[in-house]
C-alpha cells in the first residue's frame, strides 16, 4: 500500500482544518469503528431566489482516521470551496481521489468520505433554511457507515 | 521533512539479519552450494551443514533432533500443523484454537471448517491471557489439536503453555503452538512444557527471512504439506535451502549465547520508551499483559486519534513502527487481538506497536520520546473526537 | 585417494549462487531488511525491490508481472499448482501428467487421487518426449489439469509445450509446466506457447535456494496452499522472502543477457564430453532426446556395472554427479524416468547424469574424460555381467 | 546417505575379487532389477566323515551394484573364509553389517547379500557332493531376490 505524493503532502499539510463557530451547516460522515470520521463546517454565501445557487464560501474539516481520510477531507474541502450547492452535489468520491492522484484500493470505500461529507453539511444547511425538499435530493453518507 | 534517522521499531514484523548470521551463510551460497540430497562429497558437506543447524536448534528449544523439520518459515509451519495432523487421522474433528492467534494459524484453521471440522476459538482477557476455564470445558474426545500461540505478535502476552496442554492433553488432544515471536526470545522447553509441535520463523529472531521449522515431537502423526522428493523424511518435499538452515542454526547459537543479557537490555529500553510516552502524552494506555509480556514489545492505545496516522508522521520523523501485524496493515480492521481484549473499536484503531530488538540503542528510544508527543499533538488537533471527548483545545 | 579437482556436473541437482546474486542480495539481509507488508519507509524499499524483482521475472518468461506469485521453491509451486486448482472447483475430476515428471509432481498427483481425483500419466517414448496421441485420447471435459513437465530434469529432453497447450485447451483443461529445468536455460514465451501455470526456481539456474514462483496467467482460479496473512495477494501467505526474491530477480536478470551464449558454451562442452565417453568406454548409450535436449544434461548408461559404484568413484576423483534425480538417490529404485523410457532395469541402473554448468571449465571436462575410463574398466573387471554377457575380461 | 569408512575402504579396494576356476561350489543371489547382484566361488578343503565341518580354503566374487554391495562382497568373502560349514550356515547379513561399522538404512536388504551367496555357494557345493540333505538346512538366498 503507497500512498501518492498529492496524497502525502495533504495528509501531512491539511487544509482547512478546524471549524466554524456558528456554521451554516454541518456535516459529519463515518464512524469510529471503521476508523475513520470526518466533520466538516461550512459557511454559505445565500441565494435566496435559488438556493442550489447558493455557494460555499468558507469550509473547515476535523478528522479522526488513517492517511487517506486525512487527504480526502483536506483535498474535498479544497475542492469544495466555492462551489454552488448543486455543484457539490453532483461531485463524487472518484472526482477526490483523481485528484490526490489516486488511493490504495483499500481506501477508496471506507476513507473517501470526504465528498460525502460535505454534503451532508450541505443538506444540513439546506434543512436549516426549511428547504428540506431540496435537502433530500442530495445523497450525503452511505446508510451503514453513518 | 528529511531526516538523519532510521529508528526500526517494527522488530515483531520481521528483524534485521544479524550481520553473524549472514556471514556465517555467506560460503553456503557458492562454495559448498551443493544438493544435500546428493550422495557426492559436496552434497555431503551440505548435508552435514544441515544436519549441524538442525542440532543447535533442538537445542534452543530442547527437542530431539530429528525432532526438527525444515519450513519455509512460521506461516508453512502453522500451516503444516494444523493440516498436517488433520489429513494424518478421520476421528477427531474439533480445533480449538484462540481468538488472538496470527492469521496463519487463524485462517488455517477457518479453511479447515470447509472439511468438516469445528473450529473452536477460545477468548481471552483483557490483558490478552487465554481463559483456561473456557479451554477446559471445550476439550474433549473429539479435540485433534489445540493450537495456541506462546506469545501474542502485537501485545507481547505470553500465554501458559504448560497449563495449555495439560488441559489439552487431558483428553488426548495434540498441542500445537506458533512460537515465532517467542523463539530465540525467552527459553523455551518444550519437554517441560509438554509441548507437542512448536513452529519458529527465523526471520523473527536475526535469522534470514524465508527458513523456518516446525517441531514435531517423536509419535505425533502427521502429513506432508509439500509432496515430492523425500526431503525430510518425507514430511517436507523441496531442496533443503541451505543458507536459509544454516543462518536459522547460526541466529539458534547467538540466542543461546545472548537471549538472557539482551532480554534485560531491550526491557530496559523499552520501559523508558513506555514512560517517556506515558509521562507526556495524557491519554495512552498500555495493551498486553503487564508482567506476562515479551520484553521487546510495547503496544500502546492513543486516544482520539487513528494508528496510520500516527505511523506516517512517525515515518517522516524516521521512526519505523507499526499498526499491530504487519499482514493486516492494508486492511482497514481493527485489529482482531485489541478487539478480542475488549478494546472498542475506536481504541483499537488508534494504537501502536513498538517493537524494540537487538539492533536499537538509546538515543534512539530518545527521538521517539522527543518526536511522538508533538505528533499525538498535532494529530489530535483536527480529531473531532479529542475536542468532543474532552472539552478542551 | 587424495585429489585437487572440484568438477561440478550436477547442476541439474542445484547450481552454485552466482556471486553477482549474492552480492545483489546482501543488503537485503541488513541495511534494507524490513517486512514489505509494513506500511513505513522502511517496509516501503523492501516492498520495491520484491516488485522489481517481480517484473525481471516476468519479462523472463514473458508474463504480467501481477501473475507471478513467490514460493518457497519448485516443489511448493508445484504443490500449488496442482492442489490449488483442484481446491478451486468441483466439476472436474481428472488430472492429466506423464510418466517421467519430477516427484514434486507425481507425488503431488498421487496424494489427490485420495481426493477422488483420476490420476492419468502419459507414457513417453524412447527419448522421453509424451505421446501425444496418448493425450489426446485422454483430455476430455473432465480433466481439470494437464501438467507436463517443459524438460525432464534427468535426460533434459524438451518436450512440445505448444502442442500440448493446443490439445489440453480444446476442452478446457488447465495447463501447467513444471519448468523448474528450463527457467533461465532455453527461451520460455508462456503466452506464445499458450501455458496457464509455471513452475520456476531460483535454485537451478544460479539463484538462490528456497525461492521459486508459480506463474497464473490472469483467470486461472486456484486456492492457496499457506494460509495466513494477505500476502501475494491473498494467494501465498507468509512474510516475503526479500532476499531470494531480489537474488531470484538477479539470476532471471542474468539469465535475460546470458542465456544464449551460454547455451552454446556448455553445448560445446557436453559434446566434447559425451565424445570423449563413447570414443573410450565400449557400450555406452546416450538417454534422451538426441536435438531436443537441454544443451547442459547429458545422460548415459554404461552397461554391465552400477550407477552408485561410479558415483563414488568419480567422489573419489573429485568429480561430482549423479544417477537420476537427487532426490531419490538414497533409494534403491531404478530411475522411472529411464524405465518409461524403455529402458531394462540393469540399464536404468547403470546410468549417470553430467549436468554441466555456467561455472565449468574446459579442463574440468578433460579431467573427467581422463579419469572416468579407467573407472569403467575397473567395475566392469569384477562384475558378474560384464563376464557373462561379452566373454571378454 | 553416508557410507563409513570401512565400506569405502571394501568398495574401493575389495578383498578376493574374482573367480575360482572349477570351483567346488557356486552361489549367485540379487538381481539385476533390484541393482545388485552377486556370485560367489569358493573352493572347500573337504570332511569326508562330516562335511558340515569341512572348511572353506579360498572364495572370490564378482559384483554387479553399490559400494554397499562391493563392500558387503567383500566383507563377507574375508569373514568366510577358512570357516566351517555349519559356522556359513550360521552367518547373518546382521553379522556382515556390523563388520563393516553399519549400513544405511535403506541398503541394509537390498544390498546386503553377501552371506546368502555364500551360504548359496555352499549348498551347491553339498549338493554336488550329494548332500542335498545337508543343503537343504541351510537358508541361501531371499527367496524373490533369485
Ligand atoms: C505469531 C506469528 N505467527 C506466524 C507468523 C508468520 O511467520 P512467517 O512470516 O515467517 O511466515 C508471524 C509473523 O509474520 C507471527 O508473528
Ligand atoms: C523438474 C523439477 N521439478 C521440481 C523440482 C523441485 O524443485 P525444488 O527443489 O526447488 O523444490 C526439481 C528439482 O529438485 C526439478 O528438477
Given at each position: 500500500?503507497?500512498?501518492?505524493?498529492?496524497?502525502?503532502?495533504?495528509?501531512?499539510?491539511?487544509?482547512?482544518?478546524?471549524?466554524?463557530?456558528?456554521?451554516?451547516?454541518?456535516?459529519?460522515?463515518?464512524?469510529?469503528?471503521?476508523?475513520?470520521?470526518?466533520?466538516?463546517?461550512?459557511?454559505?454565501?445565500?441565494?435566496?431566489?435559488?438556493?442550489?445557487?447558493?455557494?460555499?464560501?468558507?469550509?473547515?474539516?476535523?478528522?479522526?482516521?488513517?492517511?487517506?481520510?486525512?487527504?480526502?477531507?483536506?483535498?474535498?474541502?479544497?475542492?469544495?470551496?466555492?462551489?454552488?450547492?448543486?455543484?457539490?452535489?453532483?461531485?463524487?468520491?472518484?472526482?477526490?481521489?483523481?485528484?490526490?492522484?489516486?488511493?490504495?484500493?483499500?481506501?477508496?470505500?471506507?476513507?473517501?468520505?470526504?465528498?460525502?461529507?460535505?454534503?451532508?453539511?450541505?443538506?444540513?444547511?439546506?434543512?436549516?433554511?426549511?428547504?428540506?425538499?431540496?435537502?433530500?435530493?442530495?445523497?450525503?453518507?452511505?446508510?451503514?457507515?453513518? | 521533512?528529511?531526516?538523519?534517522?532510521?529508528?526500526?521499531?517494527?522488530?515483531?514484523?520481521t528483524t534485521?539479519t544479524d550481520p553473524r548470521v549472514v556471514e556465517k551463510m555467506i560460503p553456503y551460497f557458492h562454495e559448498i552450494s551443493a544438493n544435500p540430497s546428493s550422495i557426492h562429497g559436496a552434497g555431503r558437506r551440505a548435508r552435514d551443514a544441515v544436519e549441524e543447524a538442525r542440532e543447535i536448534i533442538s537445542r534452543l528449544v530442547n527437542c530431539r533432533t530429528e525432532e526438527v523439520y525444515f519450513t519455509s518459515g512460521g506461516t508453512e509451519a502453522d500451516n503444516l500443523a494444523?493440516?498436517g495432523?488433520?489429513?494424518?487421522?478421520?476421528?477427531?474433528?474439533?480445533?480449538?484454537?484462540?481468538?488472538?492467534?496470527?492469521?496463519?494459524?487463524?485462517?488455517?484453521?477457518?479453511?479447515?471448517?470447509?472439511?468438516?471440522?469445528?473450529?473452536?476459538?477460545?477468548?481471552?482477557?483483557?490483558?490478552?491471557?487465554?481463559?483456561?476455564?473456557?479451554?477446559?470445558?471445550?476439550?474433549?474426545?473429539?479435540?485433534?489439536?489445540?493450537?495456541?500461540?506462546?506469545?501474542?505478535?502485537?501485545?507481547?502476552?505470553?500465554?501458559?503453555?504448560?497449563?495449555?496442554?495439560?488441559?489439552?492433553?487431558?483428553?488426548?488432544?495434540?498441542?500445537?503452538?506458533?512460537a515465532v515471536?517467542?523463539t530465540g526470545?525467552?527459553?523455551i522447553?518444550i519437554d517441560?512444557?509438554?509441548i507437542d509441535m512448536l513452529s519458529l520463523s527465523g526471520h523473527k529472531f536475526y535469522g534470514p527471512k524465508g527458513i523456518g521449522a516446525l517441531v514435531v515431537r517423536r509419535g505425533i502423526?502427521f502429513e506432508p504439506l509439500h509432496h515430492g522428493g523425500h526431503h525430510e523424511k518425507n514430511k517436507r518435499a523441496g531442496t533443503e535451502n541451505v543458507p536459509g538452515i544454516v543462518g536459522l542454526g547460526k541466529a539458534c547459537d547467538i540466542a543461546l549465547a545472548e537471549m538472557?543479557?539482551?532480554?534485560?537490555?531491550?526491557?530496559?529500553?523499552?520501559?523508558?520508551?513506555?514512560?517517556?510516552?506515558?509521562?507526556?502524552?495524557?491519554?495512552?494506555?498500555?495493551?498486553?499483559?503487564?508482567?506476562?509480556?515479551?520484553?521487546?514489545?510495547?503496544?500502546?492505545?492513543?486516544?482520539?486519534?487513528?494508528?496510520?496516522?500516527?505511523?506516517?508522521?512517525?515515518?517522516?520523523?524516521?521512526?519505523?513502527?507499526?499498526?499491530?501485524?504487519?499482514?493486516?496493515?492494508?486492511?482497514?480492521?481493527?485489529?482482531?487481538?485489541?478487539?478480542?481484549?475488549?478494546?472498542?473499536?475506536?481504541?483499537?484503531?488508534?494504537?501502536?506497536?513498538?517493537?524494540?530488538?537487538?539492533?536499537?540503542?538509546?538515543?534512539?528510544?530518545?527521538?521517539?520520546?522527543?518526536?511522538?508527543?508533538?505528533?499525538?499533538?498535532?494529530?489530535?488537533?483536527?480529531?473531532?473526537?479529542?475536542?468532543?471527548?474532552?472539552?478542551?483545545?
Amino acid at each position: 500500500m503507497q500512498y501518492s505524493e498529492k496524497v502525502m503532502d495533504h495528509f501531512m499539510n491539511p487544509r482547512n482544518v478546524g471549524e466554524i463557530e456558528n456554521a451554516d451547516g454541518i456535516g459529519t460522515c463515518g464512524n469510529p469503528v471503521c476508523g475513520d470520521l470526518m466533520t466538516f463546517y461550512i459557511k454559505i454565501e445565500p441565494r435566496t431566489e435559488d438556493p442550489d445557487e447558493a455557494r460555499i464560501a468558507d469550509i473547515r474539516f476535523k478528522t479522526f482516521g488513517c492517511g487517506a481520510a486525512i487527504a480526502v477531507a483536506s483535498m474535498a474541502s479544497e475542492m469544495a470551496k466555492g462551489r454552488t450547492l448543486t455543484e457539490i452535489s453532483s461531485m463524487s468520491r472518484d472526482d477526490v481521489a483523481n485528484m490526490l492522484d489516486g488511493l490504495p484500493p483499500v481506501k477508496m470505500h471506507c476513507s473517501n468520505i470526504g465528498v460525502q461529507a460535505i454534503q451532508e453539511a450541505v443538506k444540513d444547511y439546506l434543512k436549516k433554511i426549511g428547504r428540506d425538499d431540496l435537502a433530500g435530493r442530495i445523497k450525503g453518507c452511505p446508510k451503514k457507515e453513518n | 521533512m528529511s531526516t538523519e534517522w532510521n529508528v526500526y521499531l517494527d522488530n515483531n514484523a520481521t528483524t534485521p539479519t544479524d550481520p553473524r548470521v549472514v556471514e556465517k551463510m555467506i560460503p553456503y551460497f557458492h562454495e559448498i552450494s551443493a544438493n544435500p540430497s546428493s550422495i557426492h562429497g559436496a552434497g555431503r558437506r551440505a548435508r552435514d551443514a544441515v544436519e549441524e543447524a538442525r542440532e543447535i536448534i533442538s537445542r534452543l528449544v530442547n527437542c530431539r533432533t530429528e525432532e526438527v523439520y525444515f519450513t519455509s518459515g512460521g506461516t508453512e509451519a502453522d500451516n503444516l500443523a494444523i493440516k498436517g495432523t488433520a489429513l494424518s487421522q478421520n476421528e477427531r474433528k474439533k480445533i480449538i484454537t484462540s481468538e488472538i492467534e496470527h492469521h496463519a494459524v487463524l485462517t488455517t484453521c477457518e479453511h479447515m471448517a470447509k472439511f468438516g471440522y469445528e473450529i473452536v476459538k477460545t477468548p481471552v482477557d483483557q490483558h490478552g491471557i487465554v481463559d483456561l476455564d473456557f479451554l477446559s470445558k471445550s476439550v474433549d474426545e473429539n479435540t485433534l489439536l489445540v493450537s495456541i500461540m506462546h506469545a501474542n505478535n502485537e501485545v507481547g502476552t505470553i500465554e501458559p503453555m504448560g497449563e495449555i496442554t495439560r488441559v489439552a492433553h487431558r483428553h488426548g488432544a495434540i498441542v500445537h503452538t506458533d512460537a515465532v515471536q517467542t523463539t530465540g526470545k525467552i527459553p523455551i522447553d518444550i519437554d517441560a512444557l509438554g509441548i507437542d509441535m512448536l513452529s519458529l520463523s527465523g526471520h523473527k529472531f536475526y535469522g534470514p527471512k524465508g527458513i523456518g521449522a516446525l517441531v514435531v515431537r517423536r509419535g505425533i502423526r502427521f502429513e506432508p504439506l509439500h509432496h515430492g522428493g523425500h526431503h525430510e523424511k518425507n514430511k517436507r518435499a523441496g531442496t533443503e535451502n541451505v543458507p536459509g538452515i544454516v543462518g536459522l542454526g547460526k541466529a539458534c547459537d547467538i540466542a543461546l549465547a545472548e537471549m538472557a543479557s539482551e532480554e534485560e537490555r531491550i526491557k530496559a529500553m523499552r520501559e523508558r520508551l513506555w514512560a517517556g510516552i506515558d509521562h507526556n502524552v495524557e491519554d495512552v494506555r498500555l495493551n498486553g499483559h503487564p508482567q506476562k509480556r515479551l520484553a521487546n514489545t510495547l503496544n500502546v492505545s492513543v486516544r482520539y486519534i487513528e494508528g496510520e496516522s500516527m505511523l506516517l508522521n512517525l515515518d517522516m520523523h524516521g521512526i519505523f513502527a507499526s499498526s499491530g501485524s504487519a499482514c493486516t496493515s492494508g486492511s482497514l480492521e481493527a485489529s482482531h487481538v485489541l478487539l478480542a481484549m475488549g478494546l472498542p473499536h475506536e481504541l483499537a484503531h488508534g494504537s501502536l506497536r513498538f517493537s524494540l530488538g537487538r539492533f536499537n540503542k538509546d538515543e534512539e528510544i530518545d527521538h521517539v520520546i522527543k518526536v511522538f508527543p508533538e505528533i499525538v499533538r498535532k494529530l489530535r488537533a483536527i480529531s473531532p473526537l479529542y475536542k468532543d471527548k474532552s472539552g478542551r483545545h
